[in-house]
């Protein structure tokens, strides 16, 4: 696959469709059970609280796979993302109250990097509850 973005399209502000991604408890212990990290502060609220977390939180990298969803959604090929990083600010509370939490994730064109590559780097911001979770949250991608 490539990109369905081109190139040629993109100016450095364009902004990508900004998303807001559900977070529960359910889908915290199927991430535990897919990538293995079954730490019991992301699924066992006693044992959060003991630890001196106000609740369980999602994991870090579950956090930045949903954040990056923005960018991947925006070009249509997972494989179009070349770099990505980020630093973790603060964590995604997620209460057991039915409803959860959830991460609320803005993106834009911050540079056009290379003509021939056709890379652009993208910055995106990541908030739950209101507060940045998510902090130099960039991506490096190459566009049609």
């Known amino acids: 696959m490539t990109a369905k973005i ?6 450095v502000g ?3 469709p900004a998303q807001t991604f559900p977070v529960t408890r359910d889908a915290l212990v199927r991430y535990a059970g897919a990538s293995g990290d079954f730490n019991p502060i992301h699924w066992n609220e006693r044992f959060a609280v ?6 369980v939180i999602a994991h870090g990298m579950f956090t930045m796979a949903e ?4 960018v991947t959604d ?3 090929d997972p494989g179009a993302v070349r770099e990505y990083g980020v630093r973790f600010t603060r964590q995604v509370v997620v209460p057991d109250d039915g409803v959860g939490a959830s991460i609320e994730v803005t993106a834009q064109v911050a540079k056009k990097l290379d003509d021939d590559a056709r890379t652009v780097r993208v ?4 908030k739950s509850g209101g507060q ?3 902090g130099m949250s960039r991506a490096v ?3 049609a």
């Open 132 to 134: 940045k979770v998510l």
């Open 14 to 16: 364009t902004e990508l």
């Open 50 to 55: 003991e630890v001196g977390l106000d609740d």
């Open 141 to 143: 991608v190459v566009l």
């Open 74 to 76: 925006w070009t249509g």
């Open 123 to 126: 910055d995106l911001v990541a």
């Open 67 to 70: 954040a990056i969803r923005v």
């Open 6 to 11: 081109a190139y040629a399209d993109v100016e």
